[in-house]
């Protein structure tokens, strides 16, 4: 499944779950895309995919990309233009009956996202700034904040 706007394309890619779930969060991903496409700050259209992968895949990017031997819930991989691919491990995502939770999902999106668009936490001002962006992007969908004030 792909959102298009003016500014970006996200190119989800997974199993038959997440495109059952991705239809049925049509007004969510309409959101995210109206969202996002505010934050976007490249002149340039932008080419996104976002892939859930098993717990060993994410293992071996984070090991080859980032030198961490463990399982993470999300990897970004920005290029010059704002572009670039998400992995999202499917652990992080799924319930107990293998149905993905939205809130965890959602949450694990927009962060990825804002690592594409440049966002960073890798400091005090910067996780205050990313948070924020975050917590504001799940309110607008109709789900908790992830961080608190």
């Not at 190119?11 to 995210?32: A, V, W």
């Not at 961490?68 to 992080?92: C, M, Q, R």
């Not at 927009?110 to 799940?138: A, I, P, V």
């Amino acid at each position: 499944m792909k959102i298009t706007n003016k500014k970006f394309e996200i190119e989800f890619i997974g199993n038959t779950e997440l495109k059952k779930f991705l239809r049925e969060s049509k007004d969510r991903l309409k959101k995210l895309s109206e969202y996002f496409q505010i934050l976007h700050q490249n002149e340039k259209k932008t080419m996104i995919t976002i892939k859930i992968v098993s717990n060993e895949e994410i293992k071996i990017l984070n090991q080859q990309y980032r030198k961490k031997n463990k399982v993470t819930d999300v990897l970004s991989f920005p290029d010059e233009h704002a572009s670039g691919d998400i992995a999202i491990a499917d652990s992080y995502i799924l319930n107990k009956n293998q149905t993905i939770n939205p809130q965890n999902f959602f949450m694990l999106v927009g962060h990825g996202l804002l690592h594409l668009f440049g966002y960073t936490h890798y400091d005090k001002q910067s996780r205050s700034n990313m948070r924020f962006l975050e917590n504001l992007f799940m309110l607008m969908l109709g789900l908790k904040k992830i961080h608190e004030d």
